[in-house]
């Protein structure tokens, strides 16, 4: 399996120790640096995901667990009327996002905050990095936004470029939560609770496209 690039310092961190200390006959303390480097080659595993093909589809933008699914609220949201699928992402989840939609990049806003656990609803003023992608003539925003643990958001896609329906543009480290932002018309296809896949999990279909 593939292992993301942002994972290489940490993962060096750990076995290089671990090589030394193993040398020097410290198994147990080798042991325990090993351990360490892979669980970071864990958290940073990439898979390659089968992505749905179909008009109007929107796929999670992260592997988690829905937290939320409906009505944005106009507190946290962009200006103007959405809806809104909120997906937490526990240490042990594969974290690498990509895109819900196929579309041109519009927007890309970092924001500044704090790092408060990303399922609590004072989140929403930690670290976030906004993007909104043109999709067929209507905006679609997600944002990746930091939690306890993770801090440092790695967002990998420029504003003006194009981006398939799926395509990895980034990862948050160690926790977090994606939100995502869709017209009104859009047909929510997930509830609260339910366990989503990055690119593959569809997540909403967009209006004048069939819901089934």
Not at 41 to 57: E, K, N, S, V, W
Not at 122 to 137: A, L, Q
Not at 177 to 194: E, H, I, N, S, Y
Not at 202 to 207: D, E, N, R
Request: charged letters at 20%; one cysteine or more; glycine letters at 10%.
């Amino acid at each position: 399996m593939r292992i993301d690039r942002a994972g290489m310092p940490f993962i060096a961190a750990a076995l290089i120790p671990a090589v030394g200390l193993s040398a020097a006959k410290r198994h147990g303390w080798a042991a325990a640096f090993a351990l360490l480097g892979g669980s970071f080659a864990y958290f940073f595993r990439d898979p390659d995901r089968q992505i749905p093909q179909g008009a109007g589809l929107v796929v999670s933008p992260a592997d988690g667990e829905v937290m939320f699914a409906g009505p944005a609220d106009k507190r946290w949201a962009p200006p103007g009327d959405w809806q809104q699928v909120t997906i937490f992402l526990s240490p042990i989840d594969v974290h690498m996002n990509r895109t819900p939609v196929a579309g041109r990049i519009t927007r890309i806003e970092y924001k500044a905050g704090r790092f408060l656990p990303a399922y609590d609803e004072r989140s929403n003023d930690n670290e976030s990095n906004e993007i909104t992608i043109d999709h067929e003539g209507q905006p679609i925003v997600f944002r990746q936004v930091v939690g306890i643990l993770a801090r440092r958001i790695v967002c990998r896609v420029q504003e003006g470029e194009h981006l398939e329906r799926g395509q990895r543009i980034g990862l948050m480290k160690f926790g977090s939560r994606m939100d995502v932002f869709l017209p009104l018309t859009a047909t929510l296809k997930v509830t609260a609770g339910q366990r989503v896949i990055a690119g593959e999990t569809v997540i909403a279909v967009m209006g004048g496209h069939d819901a089934r």
